[in-house]
């Protein structure tokens, strides 16, 4: 049996590059990339495998940082003996077009007025995400990638890449996605951005030398976080237990679930950037794989090798977006799993399943590498 | 076949008491309730139907007010020939104390300072609500309602009344509702009011001299609104559609969905009290129909009768919720009847899918009736 271990003390490394034409034709640049490496790179650059982070993440995906005791974000499945086993494989992982954890955001420098861009950072998609992860696989000299694979915002950066730059990569791993939010998904983030930008703080986005919209985005974070539980994982977890001690104030958290969503809420407005929550999340809802088309026909041709993984429980992103995503490969006669696992979790599954992940994904890329 | 009419132009009405223990043991006086009444009593006063709204809902449940062209909230069931057939029956609806439509509420004037009571209004709870309902009952002479009924809230108020009142009750309706909050439903209730509260104009509830936290409670609305829907009503309802012209700001409303509530939220916060809404969500997620025992327990020896609805679609009261309602009378020998009505609309389904409720409710109400 393989010890599974820890990848250990990792550091993130910048790329940069002068810049890159988004999909709206407007150039954005220079441009960093903050990503992250585990494992080796093989003679021939074939065993590479990209994971894409969802809204929230970063390119830490797993091991620990100088100092730091909490893991990356997939540090149960990245490692040596892990569903992306460290000994096989070269993992990268890198941080979003447009996120705010080193890769260039709405809160980095805007070269022309030396201040953040604030709201004058220009509108990002999910393809001119995967843009920038070209420009640092080009970087890293690799020309195809064993694998590309993320969840939920992930996901969809996955289906992005077999949309588009599917003579790239050998495979896709997309779980707990969809080809294109629904009006529900939509509301729910379109919440979230009103609660940001109802925060005086916010200041139409030019907040970065004062005070931070901390209290919109704590509501915004907390809408998200309902979302990712499912009812059943909620009871479960909180019931209708109430926090120990009675506070003076009428509408203090009463409920361990309400001191829950609050505490969480406020640890993200300490490690998030309010503007980049807002063109995160539009990307998101503006993002159709299909480009308008049936899916099927965007795929036609299409070599690479599909794993759609869906949860049960997850209502946020439910089983049948995943459904759809595996029926357009079918229809395109491209090769595809699909497996959809019992989980009481919720959206929030495709971090915490990591046992059921661990068991599909080594045999899934135990079967794409050796072919 | 009946003609179904409108029950006409309506006056809201008002009864002033001394005022009443709360169930805290706080004593909450004057009291002012508002309510309406639709048909006529008869002359031994045993076709009374108490109607009772959910958290945004008012005494205005049927007829039209003098120059006004929107209806009351149920006036699809509430006339001449409908459900609630104002030629049979004598349909009564107030509006719920701690309420902001003519009933006290905490911004009606306190009389301690002359100013409205903001938060020094105290905490209340479902039961004292029904309290208040029982207040008005008494004052309108009579014994014995042939029904309460209510969706939502109201059917948390209808379970309280079989609770504790049921010998003033021949029925209860009791529609897409539950025995208690999930955390989930607490979950969604809580992130609202964090989003009023997060309103710098909210002022800790003293903002009624001066601007109201207009955003802060759109915010709450929209989020109530998505809960209030299905993912199928939002997909036929708007799809991806996106709204006509391009705004030049970036985070604008570009879908249907986002514009829709959007209007939703602005329009609720024209009608209704910030601080009501922290009140009377507070008392929803603070309500257990069964006072921590088993309901069935509760039900003991009861001999009103019990319609019980849900909605499939409804994933804010799911129909678990309703069956443990239908359980616990089977297992108490209460006579209850169930129906899982067959529906996309989500929890709005209560009002809106009138005419299978005028069918169910038709029915029970002259079997009821002719007991």
């Known amino acids: 049996m393989v010890d599974k271990k820890s990848i250990g003390v990792v550091k993130t490394q910048f790329f940069d590059f002068d810049g890159l034409t988004l999909e709206s034709k407007e150039k954005l640049g220079p441009v960093t990339i903050a990503y992250e490496t585990y494992g080796e790179l093989n003679p021939n650059n074939s065993n590479a495998v990209l994971l894409l982070h969802a809204l929230s993440g970063d390119a830490h995906a797993a091991g620990f940082h100088e100092g730091e005791d909490k893991p990356g974000w997939w540090d149960d499945l990245v490692g040596p003996g892990k569903a992306f086993d460290t000994q096989k494989y070269f993992v990268i992982c890198s941080n979003i077009l ?3 954890k080193g890769s260039t955001g709405p809160s980095s420098i805007d070269p022309a007025t030396g201040k953040p861009y604030a709201l004058d950072f220009p509108s990002i998609t999910i393809g001119d995400m995967v843009n920038a992860q070209l420009k640092l696989i080009d970087h890293l000299g690799i020309k195809k990638l064993l694998a590309v694979a993320g969840g939920s915002m992930g996901g969809m950066q996955a289906l992005e890449w077999l949309a588009k730059h599917n003579e790239r990569i050998q495979s896709a791993i997309v779980i707990a996605t969809a080809l294109r939010h629904s009006p529900q998904q939509i509301a729910f983030d379109e919440v979230g951005r009103q609660a940001v930008m109802a925060d005086p703080n ?61 505490y969480r809420g406020d640890s993200f407005v300490k490690r998030f950037d309010a503007n980049s929550y807002l063109y995160i999340t539009k990307a998101m809802d503006n993002f159709d794989a299909s480009g308008g088309k049936n899916f099927h026909e965007v795929l036609k041709g299409v070599r690479a090798k599909v794993l759609v993984i869906a949860f049960k429980s997850d209502w946020l992103y439910p089983s049948y977006q995943s459904k759809e995503i595996v029926k357009a490969c079918k229809l395109a006669g491209v090769d595809a799993t699909y497996c959809e696992v019992n989980s009481t979790y919720g959206h929030d599954a495709f971090l915490l399943e990591t046992q059921q992940e661990t068991h599909l994904i080594t045999h899934y890329l135990k079967k794409v590498s050796s072919k």
Not at 205 to 222: D, I
Not at 233 to 248: D, Y
């Open 98 to 100: 447009g996120g705010c």
């Open 202 to 262: 916010w200041k139409s986005g030019r907040y970065y030398e004062g005070p931070l919209p901390s209290r919109g985005l704590t509501v915004a974070r907390m809408i998200g976080h309902i979302t990712y539980m499912s009812d059943t994982s909620m009871a479960e977890k909180f019931g209708r237990q109430r926090k120990n001690g009675i506070e003076p104030f009428k509408f203090t958290a009463d409920f361990e679930v309400e001191g829950y969503l609050r």
